[in-house]
């Protein structure tokens, strides 16, 4: 099937979160201030398509905190009102990253809550890895294991080295060694994967689901999870994604 339109990212600002990725902050600020002029002045304020905003914050973190941190929390508003939950997540990371410290606990994890009720497959590893960081930092080992563990399965499938890395080196600097690693299937659900996203698409609450499925809410949401990045789809698309996703094989 060929897509009816393809929607391609504002080249500008991909050029400048490649500055970013080379460390290259003042460079990436300048451009992503033009950047984000051009499409404020167009009113071109889609943050799934263009989140410039959360781009100049992390790049105006090191030199001006101040500002990074007023660019982030107007990123999470304006992602709130989007309302899509990846964008949410990514801009709730982006302010949590800038925020630091303590303070920034709450803010990694409603970032992982929002990213596990999206497709965001990437993302969502990133928001765990960076919460377990954060969680290890503040001296709660055990809960940053449970998170770096889950970051680190989700940046193998994604094949981000880069990100594995950092995860590693946090999991030794929390005096821990990385478990083996399970390779689940990417291209079909499981059959509790399949009810769970079956009764939530039916409108049911995830406590119900979880309670029918005898598992936990908390497990429940991670079943949600890997069925949202599966199918490719948050919430809101489930029930029409489910009618043309195959079953699980019997």
């Known amino acids: 099937m060929v897509p009816n339109a393809i929607v391609y990212p504002d080249p500008r600002t991909v050029y400048a979160e490649l500055l970013l990725a080379e460390g ?21 304020r889609n943050p799934a398509w263009c989140p410039w905003q959360q781009s100049l914050a992390s790049a105006l973190t090191p030199t001006h905190p101040e500002r990074a ?10 992602a709130r009102d989007f ?31 929002y990213l596990e009720r999206s497709p965001a497959a990437y993302e969502l590893a990133r928001a765990l890895v960076s919460h377990g960081a954060a969680l290890r930092r503040n001296g709660q080992l055990q809960e940053a294991a449970d998170q770096l563990y ?26 821990l ?22 009764m939530v698409a039916q409108g049911h609450p995830v406590a119900v689901a979880a309670k029918n499925l005898r598992v936990t809410e908390q497990g429940m949401k991670r079943v949600l999870s890997s069925a ?11 029930a029409r994604a489910l009618k043309t996703f195959p079953r699980p094989l019997l």
């Open 228 to 238: 949202y990045r599966k199918i490719g789809t948050d919430a809101t698309g489930l």
């Open 177 to 198: 060694w990385p478990l083996p690693l399970r390779y689940a299937q990417t291209d079909t659900l499981t059959a509790q994967e399949r009810k769970a996203a079956e």
């Open 83 to 113: 309302g899509a939950a990846s964008a949410v997540g990514q801009a709730l990371h982006t302010e949590a990253e800038v925020t630091g410290g303590p303070e920034g606990l709450d803010l990694h994890a409603a970032a992982v809550e």
């Open 24 to 44: 290259r902050h003042q460079e990436a600020a300048s451009q992503l201030s033009r950047a984000g002029d051009r499409l404020e002045s167009r009113t071109w």
């Open 150 to 175: 889950r970051g680190l399965e989700g940046v193998v499938h994604s094949g981000a080295e880069a990100l594995a890395t950092r995860a590693r080196e946090e999991l030794t600097a929390a005096g």
């Open 69 to 78: 941190a007023s660019l982030a929390r107007d990123a999470v508003k304006r």
